[in-house]
């Protein structure tokens, strides 16, 4: 089992809906979580950064982290075509686990 | 300053050439970083620069060979690479070893 799990999709979805990309992991010593957007052939650019279990909102993206069931999701509301990306979430810890490892990313398609 | 730069933006080398990538930041992050990443995968880790010397060498093979002349200064010195090495190379840094901010990548094509 990897460390984080991810669905690659492709995910597509039209115009204006609400969009749920989710990792699950197994490592319980994760405490940071980042969501990260990459567009091809471009570096990934952060999106979230949560610390521990909640919530956390910025415009149109919310991030959840759901410690006791070692999952996290992040919500797109009102998706538009320029939220076609891929989505990479990231996670670590303190002391050995301090370096981020990635999900495999999921590739959203947001069809006008 | 939030952004981390990276030189060039594409490369074509041979497989007996020499070329460098260049990474620049000016946020006073003291972790840097060196990924790889090819197509539909994540970014796979190379090597990470604490305070400016190196703590982490992922077993990368010795054709690459990272540098850090300074606190805002990254170099991955490339010699007699191969094909499959072709890939977009990341740079990374951060205050903290989580939050990573990345810069643009250099796409590298070795023939």
């Known amino acids: 089992q990897k460390e984080v799990e991810q669905d690659p999709g492709p995910l597509s979805v039209p115009e204006g809906a609400i969009v749920s990309l989710n990792c699950t992991y197994s490592?319980?010593?994760?405490?940071?979580f980042m969501w990260y957007r990459q567009y091809s052939r471009k570096g990934p650019e952060l999106l979230m950064y949560?610390?521990?279990?909640g919530n956390k909102e910025d415009g149109r993206f919310t991030a959840q982290v759901d410690k006791s069931s070692k999952y996290i999701s992040l919500f797109i509301r009102d998706s538009q075509p320029s939220d076609s990306a891929t989505y990479l979430c990231?996670?670590?810890?303190?002391?050995?686990?301090?370096?981020?490892?990635f999900g495999r990313g999921t590739s959203l398609i947001v069809h006008p | 300053d939030t952004e981390v730069t990276q030189t060039p933006k594409h490369l074509v080398m041979g497989m007996t050439n020499k070329k460098s990538l260049k990474c620049e930041q000016h946020?006073?992050?003291?972790?840097m970083y060196w990924y790889k990443q090819k197509a539909k995968k994540p970014p796979e880790l190379m090597f990470v620069?604490?305070?400016?010397?190196?703590?982490i060498n992922e077993s990368v093979p010795s054709r690459f060979s990272p540098e850090c002349p300074n606190s805002s200064l990254l170099n991955l010195h490339l010699h007699a690479l191969q094909p499959e090495d072709s890939a977009l190379y990341l740079c990374?840094?951060?205050?903290?070893?989580?939050?990573?901010?990345f810069g643009p990548g250099t796409r590298l094509t070795v023939l």
């Open positions: 620069y604490s305070y400016e010397k190196l703590s």
């Open positions: 946020m006073g992050h003291r972790a």
């Open positions: 990231a996670m670590s810890g303190f002391g050995g686990s301090y370096i981020p490892t």
């Open positions: 490592n319980s010593a994760f405490q940071y």
């Open positions: 949560t610390y521990s279990s």
């Open positions: 990374a840094s951060s205050r903290h070893y989580n939050e990573q901010f």
